[in-house]
């Protein structure tokens, strides 16, 4: 085992991290002879094998898409040479739906400026089609998936008025799920497991998560914070939210996970590191079971991301970057691998240098090494 | 049913009528100051030697003091309870950065190389120039031309530098009637570069988080939360960051072209967003106009600015004493003649100094300029490109537009920036031998 890999399995995660280690090595030869060696990965919740990893490397006036496979980066292969206009890369839907990639983007030879309309493509990885959706999107609100990829939700806006806007992707019929008028603005989540479309609205009040089906009046689920919430995400199984917050602790204010139960079952996220320090990246573990976050450095050198338990295992800690601190993105499908932002600095407002990274939960890092900023997107699996 | 079809046609008029209202409430439109042409700027050297003097110029007000538009205002300083006039200034380290971010510091487009005239730099939201100046660059659809401000900013470095200073200055003198003030500890003082953090902020656009032009440091919509200090080296995306960060960023790692630095290396300090002093102010709470509880302290380590020095001859480098002349103040098209071009063209020439900007104009329909505005150098300024020094100006004629099958008619050529006008007297002949009739108009 890596010198930089912490591990704390209490008794009671025994049988479940037997059970995936057991299933990763009849999937993976690679993982088998590094288990015979006595390298027996600490895994999450697993569903698949062979995952590669999508992201994209960041150029001025086009960005390079790639896969490569997740314990060798350097292996890359070329998808795509997205064009767009100068000084404005790609934001990608986060996470692949299967096949499907999908991102806003300014088209090359429009006005450079973020609220100028951008385009809404999706990329079918397994046959390279390149898809138009929408030239109608706001750049910087991400676009969302839904119904395994079959649909994605998207914001637009004109003016003051913002609408959350459904596409069939198949056929690319629209519909506006919820238009309103803001000074600020509503981002889409994702379904929930009940079908609500769930939003993320921000106002002087702070943030509001509200669910709303087609035609009818938005409700809402929770009030998220007084303050300005963010990085929402809906755990796989849509049973669960994350998200971060800031909030006062200590002296500072720092931003912290929330874990929101969304049906009956109440989700608690244990607290973990610091008690004053902030998380970074609340990302889901493919089995909904527990989120990994990260966490500043503050006084050691280095900090682990952490996977913390919701069903009450012990938390899990990666392994730690040599210097500075990891934000978890994305976990592959069979939980193998956490692609994540790693910084050489200390916390938010001393970051250091920024790159990306793969972390095994065989205790080892792989770095995703390019000359410009790298993009995670997500994962895929060939059928 | 000759009833029916008139209340139909008076209902569709009204529906056209309603469509058309909705769409103009004032019954105007705005369009880019020159669209649909673009006009031509003096492209300057390569390291920027010209605009960075001009920016170090405008931002203590010795660019073009006493020029009763163009003259860079008074800054206020003091608290919220006590802000007053004080002399102008602004760092020019962050109108370099501005001017960076904006546009790579160049005036004309990309296809124009340095010590040239060309295409300038123009963008579908009117943006012109090195400072992208948006600000009065439109028109009134079908009015009778631009001004002579939006001529100037257009081609001539100079004064597009100098608006957008005045620009900036507007957006701190915003404060505190309509904008926070940035620096409560230290009476805003303009000097020090942290106190402009809201005021670049501004000048990209003051909305407020979760709008789709927002340059809130702690909006959601910028992707990765932590994000590394931006780089201003093409490797990053600038999805991921506020508008006033991109300045920040740049200001931090000035670029640099034939190995001379295009700006001093000044490692400005952003707000601590983990500091209750800066956190709470910028709490989402508190974005309600005028924005007073949004005040915050200087952020430290803090940088404050000396004047720089600015050379004493460089306003007649610049400016100069311009003088208009063209080529020729009386030529012919000859449209019946298939050997010769169907327009022509007048050499625009300075015979002063410095940058000579100039606009065409006619009343004439039939004939139409290109481009509608440019440059023409005086001695001393580099220049390579085909016709340099002097500009260019192509008079085409629509042939379908002519009054008669001889025709008369003038293009006037204007020196906004001081330097005379030409008149340009245009004889169109189209006396063609016409085998069938409708085929020529003019006849």
Redesign the interface.
Known sequence: MSDHTRRRLSSRSLPLVAGAAVLGLAISGFLLVRALGGDEPATVGTTTSEPRLVFAE?G?SADLLYLAPPDRPQERTLLETIEHAP?????PASGAAGPLVAYTVLAPG???????PAELWVIDLATRERTRIARDA?????PVFADNGAVLVYRR?AG?Q?ELVRVVIEDSTRSVVHAEQ??????PIGYAADGDLLF?R?????TDVLGVRDGVAPTLRFHAS???????RLAPDGSAMSY?A?E?RG?????RAYVIGLGDEERVLPDAGSPTG?Q??PTWTPDSRALTVGQEAETETAAPATVLSLVGDDPIALAPPEQGFD?PALWSPDGQYLAA?T?SGV???D????SAVVIGTDGNRYPVTA???V?LIGWYVHA | MRKRTALFVVAILGVVLVAAALRSPNGTADACAFDPRIPFAYEADQSRTLYRMAIDAAATNSLLPGDPFFALQPIERGVRSNRADAAPFIPPVLLKAIAWTESTMTMASRSTPFDSIGEGLVTFDCGHGIMQVTTGMTVPLGSSGPSDRQVTIATHFGYNIARGAQILAEKWNGAPEARPVAGTDTASDPAILENWYYAVWGYNGFTGPGANRSNHPLDPSFAAWPRAAYQCDGTQSRDRYPYQELVWGCMANPQSRNGVALWERVNATLPDLTSPAFFTPLSIANWRFPYSEMDIPTPQPANLVIAPAVPPDLQSRIFGSPSLASSTERLTVRLDDPTTPMRASVTIRNQGTGILSWVASTTDPFLIVDPPAGVALGQGLPCNSSGCPNGTLTINVNPTLLPASRATGTVTVTSPSGGGTVTVTITVLAEFEVGAPGTSRAR
């Not at chain 1, 007084?226 to 929402?232: S, T």
């Open positions: 960041f001025e000084g404005w890369g790609i934001n429009v006005v450079p400026e973020r609220d100028t706001d750049l910087l609100v991400a806006s003051s913002q803001t000074t600020f603005g509503i981002f993320a921000l106002s002087t009040a702070g007084d303050q300005i919430a963010r990085d929402w971060l800031p006062a002296e500072r204010i720092v931003h902030e970074y990246g934000v932002r910084f916390n938010s407002m970051t250091g240098t920024e000359a410009t900023e993009i």
